[in-house]
């Protein structure tokens, strides 16, 4: 059977949908379908499960060899895979296949545009929309205390001896020039310099050094790690409530 060719162009549709509200737009497109045989993909450790009053298996990729080709109406992918594992999913489902994508998975999805040569849809679920974040992203620094305090000390002593300058001038009878006002001025950004004090402080967004005392700051760590030593942690597993008995 060809993957491709097993859906038809447009039954093809992606929902965007919050990482948090995954299992609950899971749950809201199972009843939506409710009457027509639902295929859930992930690739988390999720064991091949029917659940018959639901008319929906739950299954990993690992499990596909299990089901036979072509008998569910719906696929749901819960998560994405990479292009070519996508394709084989499409064999199990001969009319619909969905994807439900967070804003971070929406890159994985150009791959798989590429091999089925089109843009697939996209469709927001009514009430799943995915929210804008309002928060700024890195703020502008503020100048720390000490450094305000520098700056003032600063201005202060350019402006002593640029008025000293102009004394001595009007007693000899002379006027200052503006470049000789300047080259004093210059000194106060000579003195600004950040210390190291005022560097860590700048490279950590203005937070405090006091707020991270005794606590770990990961902010900087370029990819997420296991920081407790122990085993790596497991993929999470998906679940649909069932009304009624378990079979």
Same mark, same amino acid.
């Given at each position: 059977?060809?993957?491709?060719?097993?859906?038809?162009?447009? +039954?093809?549709?992606?929902?965007?949908?919050?990482?948090?509200?995954?299992?609950?737009?899971?749950?809201?497109?199972?009843?939506?379908?409710?009457?027509?045989?639902?295929?859930?993909?992930?690739?988390?450790?999720?064991?091949?499960?029917?659940?018959?009053?639901?008319?929906?298996?739950?299954?990993?990729?690992?499990?596909?060899?299990?089901?036979?080709?072509?008998?569910?109406?719906?696929?749901?992918?819960?998560?994405?895979?990479?292009?070519?594992?996508?394709?084989?999913?499409?064999?199990?489902?001969?009319?619909?296949?969905?994807?439900?994508?967070?804003?971070?998975?929406?890159?994985?999805?150009?791959?798989?545009?590429?091999?089925?040569?089109?843009?697939?849809?996209?469709?927001?679920?009514?009430?799943?929309?995915?929210?804008?974040?309002?928060?700024?992203?890195?703020?502008?620094?503020?100048?720390?205390?000490?450094?305000?305090?520098?700056?003032?000390?600063?201005?202060?002593?350019?402006?002593?001896?640029?008025?000293?300058?102009?004394?001595?001038?009007?007693?000899?009878?002379?006027?200052?020039?503006?470049?000789?006002?300047?080259?004093?001025?210059?000194?106060?950004?000579?003195?600004?310099?950040?210390?190291?004090?005022?560097?860590?402080?700048?490279?950590?967004?203005?937070?405090?050094?006091?707020?991270?005392?005794?606590?770990?700051?990961?902010?900087?760590?370029?990819?997420?790690? +296991?920081?407790?030593?122990?085993?790596?942690?497991?993929?999470?597993?998906?679940?649909?409530?069932?009304?009624?008995?378990?079979?």
């Amino acid at each position: 059977m060809s993957t491709t060719n097993s859906v038809k162009r447009h +039954n093809h549709k992606v929902h965007p949908c919050e990482a948090s509200r995954k299992q609950e737009l899971l749950k809201h497109l199972g009843s939506f379908y409710e009457g027509k045989k639902i295929l859930v993909l992930s690739k988390a450790n999720t064991t091949t499960t029917e659940i018959k009053e639901k008319n929906l298996t739950l299954s990993n990729d690992a499990g596909l060899s299990q089901l036979q080709e072509g008998s569910f109406d719906v696929l749901i992918s819960f998560d994405l895979p990479d292009a070519e594992t996508y394709m084989k999913r499409l064999a199990y489902t001969n009319t619909l296949a969905l994807i439900i994508v967070s804003d971070k998975e929406e890159a994985l999805l150009y791959p798989i545009d590429m091999l089925l040569g089109k843009n697939l849809p996209r469709e927001v679920v009514p009430g799943f929309e995915i929210k804008k974040s309002t928060k700024k992203k890195n703020p502008p620094h503020r100048p720390t205390k000490a450094q305000l305090a520098q700056e003032e000390e600063a201005k202060q002593k350019v402006r002593e001896k640029q008025q000293k300058l102009r004394e001595r001038a009007a007693q000899r009878g002379e006027e200052v020039s503006e470049e000789d006002i300047a080259k004093i001025g210059k000194e106060a950004n000579k003195f600004l310099k950040d210390s190291d004090a005022d560097k860590k402080e700048k490279n950590s967004l203005g937070k405090k050094e006091w707020d991270t005392k005794g606590k770990t700051d990961y902010r900087n760590k370029k990819s997420a790690s +296991n920081t407790s030593g122990g085993s790596a942690r497991k993929p999470r597993v998906i679940k649909i409530p069932s009304s009624g008995k378990k079979s």
